[in-house]
């Protein structure tokens, strides 16, 4: 499989740009993957790079995105960070990688069984991870199913809370961005929220 150049990149919609997401999950779930020289994209690359895709993801080390999506080199811009996050960096990385690096596509992807959203829950603090949790809490705030044990041990709410983690950074994203906002809303990209299941190795999206 070859790296995407300029017109590859340029000829794709964010419709296709998710599909190819969605169809190189299934193979890494299939435990079948595409075709690569990755030498040789070393080599394809080193001129010039045409992601066509930025994932948000956190930095658990069993959630690299350019395996769970079955990617090559220079395929997407890879921002990690404990609980997928939202800062003023991040937000100019994705305007980066969309308004000047033509990527038509940002996916916010959360994950089962995530250590940060379990600290969060259980009010932990502990250094600058207290600052870092504490972006968590509106995640926290707006689970309202969950009346007793709210903490990190119960799974389900731990769950609740990492969904509404993804939509609350979908969302935020949106609104603090009036750039890529208007991206979206004229369609040269899509903005969605995706959650990665640590025992299958499945991602659904939220569009």
């Known amino acids: 499989m070859r790296v995407h150049t300029k017109d590859t990149q340029g000829n794709l919609t964010p419709e296709l740009a998710l ?7 299934g193979r890494f779930v299939n435990n079948i993957k595409a075709h690569r020289n990755l030498l040789e994209q070393v080599n394809e690359t080193s001129s010039g790079q045409f992601p066509f895709a930025a994932v948000l993801s956190c930095i658990d080390s069993r959630t690299s995105a350019e395996l769970i999506f079955d990617l090559g080199l220079g395929d997407i811009f890879s921002i990690r960070i404990a609980g997928n996050i939202l800062n003023e960096d991040i937000l100019g990385s994705m305007e ?11 996916v916010v992807l959360g994950h089962t069984k995530c250590g940060a959203i379990e600290g969060a829950c259980n009010n932990i603090e502990l250094g600058h991870v207290t600052t870092l949790l504490n972006k968590i809490k509106p995640a926290i705030n707006a689970e309202t199913k969950t009346d007793d044990n709210r903490t990190g041990e119960n799974k389900i709410f731990v769950k609740n809370v990492t969904e509404n983690n993804v939509f609350i950074t979908v969302k935020n994203i949106k609104e603090q961005s009036i750039l890529l906002a208007e991206m979206e809303r004229i369609n040269q990209i899509k903005i969605v929220g995706g959650l990665y299941d640590l025992d299958t190795g499945h991602v659904t999206f939220y569009e």
Do not use: D
């Open 19 to 25: 599909e190819i997401l969605k169809e190189g999950n």
């Open 96 to 106: 980066f990688a969309c308004k000047i690096a033509g990527s038509k596509l940002i």
